[in-house]
């Protein structure tokens, strides 16, 4: 069963904290993996997608990591600030046209 | 200027009425989907539209039927709708499938009395 985790379920930090946002996903046969951000009462946002080909995805503070071997990718935040608080999801896709499996998402909160 | 847009934002209603639930994208994307985030927060796909044809559709009950009248619009409609109805329902469009980014629209949310 295809299955996406992200652990803890919320995370509060310090503004100016970096801080790494964990996903693992059980399907190795990953075709690519995204990240979300979603505010409160709002829809999906999309951040990085990173390709099975890749590495890593970058975008102004943020840097998204992928690992197939280890069934991993990270969201890096760097230097946070208030208004990155939000809950970040990470979603996995195994093929062309088939469906995103989401994690539960991290919500952050980023104090002034 | 919404690239996806959702109507009505809020639906309250009663057990057993039928309810629609329309999504309409202006960015000229081939794919449209419809997840349903339940109150523990999970999102789930349940829909998936190619140029008007249905690609994926998950283990969802029969009360739903979603229709595509054209590819830039994907609607839900919901008979005999229940108390496990209640959640936020998203839609969201891609250009060439799952693989491109999905873009979003803001959700609309039902709850059934």
């Known amino acids: 069963k295809q299955e996406v985790t992200q652990i803890p379920a919320a995370l509060s930090v310090p503004e100016g904290e970096n801080l790494v946002l964990n996903c693992s996903f059980t399907?190795?046969?990953?075709?690519?993996l995204q990240w979300f951000r979603q505010d409160p009462g709002k829809g999906l946002t999309s951040l990085l997608l990173?390709?099975?080909?890749?590495r890593e995805q970058t975008s102004g503070r943020l840097n998204a990591s992928l690992d197939k071997s280890s069934g991993r990718s990270t969201l890096y935040i760097a230097a946070s600030q208030p208004g990155d608080s939000a809950t970040y999801l990470c979603?996995?896709?195994?093929?062309?046209?088939?469906?995103?499996?989401f994690g539960k998402g991290i919500t952050l909160s980023v104090r002034p | 200027d919404t690239a996806v847009s959702q109507t009505p934002k809020y639906l309250v209603t009663q057990m057993g009425n039928d309810k629609s639930i329309k999504c309409e994208q202006n960015?000229?994307?081939?794919?449209m989907y419809w997840y349903k985030q339940d109150s523990k927060k999970f999102l789930k796909i349940m829909f998936s539209?190619?140029?008007?044809?249905?690609?994926i559709n998950e283990t969802v009950p029969n009360r739903f039927s979603p229709k595509s009248p054209d590819k830039a619009h994907l609607n839900l409609h919901i008979n005999s709708l229940e108390l496990g109805d209640s959640a936020v329902y998203f839609c969201?469009?891609?250009?060439?499938?799952?693989?491109?980014?999905?873009?979003f629209g803001p959700g609309t949310r039902l709850l059934v009395l």
């Open positions: 990173i390709q099975s080909s890749q």
């Open positions: 960015l000229g994307h081939d794919t």
């Open positions: 979603a996995e896709q195994t093929g062309a046209n088939s469906k995103l499996t």
């Open positions: 539209y190619n140029n008007k044809e249905l690609i």
């Open positions: 969201a469009s891609s250009q060439r499938g799952a693989e491109e980014t999905q873009y």
């Open positions: 399907d190795s046969a990953i075709y690519n």
